[in-house]
């Protein structure tokens, strides 16, 4: 069975801070991992994905995530946060064999200015 | 542009009174599915669908419907709704390959049960 675990539901930063945002995830075959934003009263979008190859996966708005299979971790990073980062963030997880995705509970981030 | 469109994206009801939450992609993607967001438990699965008249139950299924008559639409039926389904909900769509490509997520209906 796969599952994701989302460490701390809500983060908060300032303006230009580093940002981490944690995720762990379970799974007994080579995952595929996903990392969606959701802006208010919006749907979620991509980030970024990683599936296979390069373990530092480069996304959208200056975000970045390690694969890290000893860790079982798939942290989501950006150097310097900026106001319009505050959103909540969600990690999911599926393999090549399933027909969903398994989220995690969230993170809602705060960028303090 | 391409889209994933739902409606309504309000709706307050009473228990009891059936009523359907449309969706409609325009990506002609073959998977699509529904989610049900709730604070501490993020996103779970209700129903998806690989293709036309194949929908199969996802997480939570219990109380809810689906349909996959054409590509572009999945339809998500409640036919008793209770206070428990008071949610906001989110359908999505992708490509044939399904979840492991990027899903194109629907801006959301937030139901209301009383």
């Known amino acids: 069975a796969q599952s994701v675990t989302q460490l701390g539901s809500h983060v908060s930063v300032s303006e230009g801070a580093l940002v981490l945002l944690r995720c762990n995830y379970s799974?007994?075959?080579?995952?595929?991992l996903f990392w969606y934003v959701q802006y208010p009263n919006q749907g979620l979008q991509l980030l970024l994905k990683?599936?296979?190859?390069?373990?530092l996966v480069k996304g959208i708005n200056g975000f970045e995530a390690e694969f890290k299979k000893s860790e079982t971790s798939f942290h989501l990073t950006k150097p310097s946060a900026h106001m319009s980062d505050a959103a909540e963030y969600f990690c999911?997880?599926?393999?090549?064999?399933?027909?969903?995705?398994?989220f995690g509970t969230g993170t809602r981030l705060t960028v303090i200015p | 542009e391409a889209q994933v469109t739902q409606n309504p994206r309000y709706l307050i009801t009473v228990t009891g009174k059936k009523l359907t939450v449309t969706c409609s992609q325009n990506?002609?993607?073959?998977?699509m599915s529904w989610y049900r967001q709730d604070p501490g438990l993020g996103l779970r699965q209700i129903y998806y669908?690989?293709?036309?008249?194949?929908?199969d139950k996802g997480d939570v299924p219990e109380g809810y419907k689906v349909s996959r008559k054409e590509k572009r639409n999945f339809p998500l039926i409640l036919e008793s709704p209770s206070p428990n389904q008071t949610s906001l909900y989110f359908c999505?769509?992708?490509?044939?390959?399904?979840?492991?490509?990027?899903?194109?997520f629907g801006d959301g209906t937030r139901l209301s049960i009383l």
């Open positions: 999505a769509s992708s490509t044939v390959l399904g979840p492991n490509q990027p899903q194109h």
């Open positions: 669908s690989m293709n036309v008249e194949v929908t």
């Open positions: 990683y599936t296979t190859g390069a373990t």
């Open positions: 799974s007994s075959v080579p995952p595929y």
């Open positions: 990506m002609n993607h073959e998977y």
């Open positions: 999911a997880v599926s393999d090549s064999g399933a027909n969903n995705l398994f």
